[in-house]
């Protein structure tokens, strides 16, 4: 089973050699992230959380805006792979909401963290509760994603994944380079979106070898013999399970938690559902 925490290091000068990934993996037989580019003006409410050390900023996880000074992201971005809290009273985490490219975002447009809430009873082991809020120093904008309430979201047969996770891992990510022998970029600098069929939460959890843990009720899954070369990647925790009907617009559904592998044959990834945490989420907004 495979368990993401925090990406691989990712800093503004690493994404120039991006749009040489694509052609790479057609010959390199591992799997795309996400299927295609995204339109952030679609999705305004997309955040990349990124962490400062020295000249450098490093991306390791995302998230969706859902009230003005408030991003929902999954809980072990903020814990180490022994499952020890990092970031707290950090200082140098940031957010930046609606961009269309990383690399193109000015500094001016990254919101600093004010506070890390995660879920009480988040479990690193087992990845149960896999859900942190982050209250951010100032508003970073008025667009925000709508929350599923009821089971009843959640029910679309499919939806969209959103992020700026890696186009592969394993051996091709480590060993990757470009023609002149230079590393390629781990993380997508574009937001990239996937469409990826909804798995019945018992099969995803036999397949996956949870051992009959209560899947369905806080956690939804995606993937399977459909989803080949599509779906969540190494950097895209955290990220936004989108599903929406014309009427109702769009609704905030998982979060990115854990799954196979997105080079897998039939790749499965897990969500956090949101609709069992929304109480949770209005609570500590209201509260804070």
Do not use: K
């Not at 003006?41 to 009230?67: N, Q």
């Not at 186009?167 to 600098?189: H, K, M, N």
């Amino acid at each position: 089973m495979w368990f993401p925490w925090i990406s691989a290091a990712r800093n503004r000068a690493a994404g120039a050699a991006g749009a040489a990934i694509l052609a790479l993996l057609a010959t390199a037989g591992q799997a795309a992230a996400q299927s295609g580019p995204a339109d952030a003006l679609r999705y305004p409410y997309v955040a990349a959380l990124s962490r400062v050390s020295g000249e450098s900023r490093v991306y390791f996880c995302a998230g969706t805006l859902i009230a003005p000074r408030w991003i929902v992201t999954a809980a072990h971005c903020f814990h180490d792979p022994r499952g020890r809290r990092i970031g707290d009273g950090d200082g140098d985490l940031w957010a930046e909401v609606g961009g269309a490219r990383l690399a193109e975002v000015p500094d001016e447009a990254q919101v600093r963290f004010d506070r890390v809430f995660v879920h009480p009873d988040y479990d690193s082991a087992s990845q149960a509760n896999d859900i942190a809020l982050v209250r951010l120093d100032e508003e970073a904008g008025p667009l925000t994603a709508t929350l599923a309430q009821g089971y009843g979201d959640d029910e679309d047969g499919g939806a969209i994944m959103l992020g700026f996770g890696s186009y592969y891992e394993g051996l091709l990510a480590a060993r990757a380079t470009d023609r002149d022998g230079r590393p390629l970029a781990q993380l997508s600098d574009a937001l990239r979106q996937a469409r990826v069929p909804l798995v019945d939460p018992a099969e995803c959890a036999a397949a996956l070898g949870l051992g009959g843990e209560a899947t369905g009720n806080y956690q939804l899954c995606a993937g399977g013999p459909g989803a080949a070369g599509r779906g969540a990647c190494l950097g895209d925790s955290g990220g936004p399970l989108i599903a929406g009907r014309d009427e109702a617009g769009d609704r905030l559904v998982g979060l990115v938690s854990f799954g196979s592998g997105c080079g897998a044959a039939a790749p499965l990834m897990v969500y956090t559902r949101i609709s069992a945490y929304a109480r949770w989420i209005e609570g500590v907004i209201a509260g804070r």
